[in-house]
C-alpha cells in the first residue's frame, strides 16, 4: 500500500482518538468530588426510564457519539472480513459509553443513566453503518486529495488532527484572539503584568500575531505548494474568525459576536498575514521551526498577559447557562494545544525538507 494510500486510514486513526479524549473529557468533567456513594456502579443498567428526560438530550447523545464511530470504522478497515470494522467500531463505541457511565457513579455531578448507554451505542451504530456505506468512496476522495494537496511531511495526519481540534480554540470566550496555552486557571496563577489599556493592547496583538503565524505556518507546510497555502491558509484562520463570532454570539449573546475584535487582536491579524505572505514559501524545516517559535512566544505572552474584564464577565455569563461542560472542555484545550502541538514540531524537525513550489 501506497503512503498516500495509507493517509486516510491514519489520519481516522487520530480522529477516532482525539475524539474519544474529548468525548472523555466532557463526560467527566469536572473531574472533582470524586466519592463512593454506596450504590454498585452497575445499578444504573437495571433502572427503569429516566423520570427527567428531552428529545433534545435524546438526540445529543446520539450525535456526539455518530463521529466516534464513523471514525472508527474508518480506523479498522484494513481488518479483514468486511463487516469486522463496522461491527468493531460499535462494540468499541459501547464499550467508550459503558465505562463512563460507571466512572460517573463517582461523580456527585453525574447522573449514570441506562437510556445514555442505549443513545451512545445507536449513535456509534449510525456512524458506523454510515461509514461502511461510503468508507470506499471517502478513500478515494481524501486519498485524491492527499497527492495533490499534501506534501510528505512526516506525521502529517497528525498535524491535521492537532489543526482540527484547533478550531476548538476560539470557542472558548474567556481567551483572547486565539489566546492558546494559558495554564494560569489551571493552576490558580495570577497575573504577573498589571492591567493598563496601553500595555493590554500590546500584548494582545502579539498573542494574536504569534499564534495566528504559528497555526498558518503548520497548514501551510503541510500543503504540498506554495501558491495552494496562500489560498487555504488565510481561509482556514478566516474560519477561526468565524467560529470566534458565532459563538460569542450563541453562548454568551448577539451583542457579544464582535467583541473579539479590538484594536490589539485587528493589529495582531494585520502582522500575522504579513509574517506570512513573507514565510510561507520557506522550506519545511525552516517554516516548522519558525512555527516553533511562534508558538512558544504566543504561550510566554498568554501567561503574562494582564487580567482581561471582558474574559471574566463572559466567563461568568458562560457559567450561567447550558454549556457548562463545554466550557471546561473548550478551556483545556484552548490551555494544552501548544504543549500537544510542540513535539509534532519536533518530530516533523527530524524529517527532510519536502517543500515544493
Known sequence: ?????????????????????????????????????????????????????????????????????????????????????????VVLTAGVSLSLEVLQNWLPSRISSNLDVGC???????????????????????????????????????????????MIVPLSPETLLFGA??????????????????????IEAGIAACNAVAVGLILGQLLARTWIAYFIVPLFLLGGLAIRTLGAAVLIGPEEAMAWLTPGAQQGLLIALSVLALTLWLPTRAGMLLAALALIGGTVLVNLA????????????????????????TRVVASLWPFIALPFLLLTLRGPQVRST
Do not use: K
Open 306 to 329: 494582564p487580567a482581561n474584564p471582558y474574559s471574566a464577565v463572559a466567563l461568568a455569563t458562560w457559567r450561567q447557562g447550558h454549556f457548562l461542560n463545554f466550557n471546561g472542555l
Open 181 to 202: 496555552g494559558d495554564l494560569r486557571q489551571l493552576f490558580t496563577l495570577t497575573p504577573a503584568i498589571p492591567f493598563s489599556v496601553d500595555r493590554f493592547a500590546l
Open 120 to 166: 451512545n451505542t445507536l449513535g456509534g451504530l449510525a456512524g458506523a453503518v454510515w461509514a461502511h456505506i461510503v468508507g470506499p468512496r471517502v478513500f478515494g476522495r481524501l486519498e485524491a486529495l492527499a497527492q495533490r494537496l499534501l506534501a510528505p511531511v512526516p506525521h502529517a495526519e497528525l498535524g491535521l488532527t492537532l489543526l482540527g481540534l484547533w
Open 1 to 89: 500500500m501506497s503512503e498516500h494510500g495509507n493517509r486516510p486510514v491514519i489520519l481516522a486513526r487520530y480522529l477516532a482518538l482525539a475524539w474519544c479524549g474529548l468525548i472523555a473529557y466532557a463526560s467527566l468533567h469536572p473531574f472533582s468530588g470524586w466519592r463512593d456513594n454506596g450504590v454498585s456502579p452497575w445499578a444504573f443498567l437495571e433502572a427503569d426510564w429516566p423520570r427527567y428526560w428531552t428529545v433534545f438530550d435524546l438526540l445529543s447523545n446520539v450525535a456526539v457519539y455518530l463521529p466516534l464511530g464513523f471514525f472508527l470504522t474508518l480506523a479498522l478497515c484494513r481488518l479483514p472480513w468486511r463487516f469486522t470494522a463496522p461491527v468493531l467500531a
